[in-house]
């Protein structure tokens, strides 16, 4: 069946920097779309990026020039490097797939002010 496993979250300063990855299975990663999606304390869940099979990106505009998405599609695994981090962007980070309705169990950000 579909997994999504999402990890590399943890606590960073302000300014610091993390790399998130979402393990997948179950599916042919190397055609689909990928996504990031976040779900902030109280908010609703927001979009972050995605990116497609061959590797063509697009970022919200929070996420424009401080995250960088990747994708191993040998691994299906696709990658959320975050720079610059701010509180903001403190959440539960997520990855899914675009057109299927599976979801892993996130990874907990928490930026320090």
């Known amino acids: 069946q579909v997994q999504l496993v999402e990890s590399g979250g943890g606590l960073v300063p302000a300014g610091g920097y993390l790399k998130l990855s979402c393990a997948t299975s179950?599916?042919?990663?190397?055609?689909?779309?990928m996504r990031w999606y976040r779900q902030r304390p109280g908010k609703e869940r927001e979009w972050v990026a995605h990116?497609?099979?061959?590797?063509?990106?697009t970022y919200a505009t929070f996420a424009e020039g401080r995250f960088i998405v990747s994708r191993d599609n040998a691994g299906s695994t696709v990658y959320l490097q975050m720079n610059d981090l701010k509180p903001e962007d403190s959440a539960v980070y997520f990855c899914?797939?675009?057109?299927?309705?599976?979801w892993g169990q996130g990874t907990q950000v928490t930026v320090a002010s």
């Open positions: 179950g599916f042919d990663f190397s055609i689909k779309t």
């Open positions: 899914t797939i675009i057109g299927m309705d599976y």
């Open positions: 990116i497609t099979p061959s590797s063509t990106t």
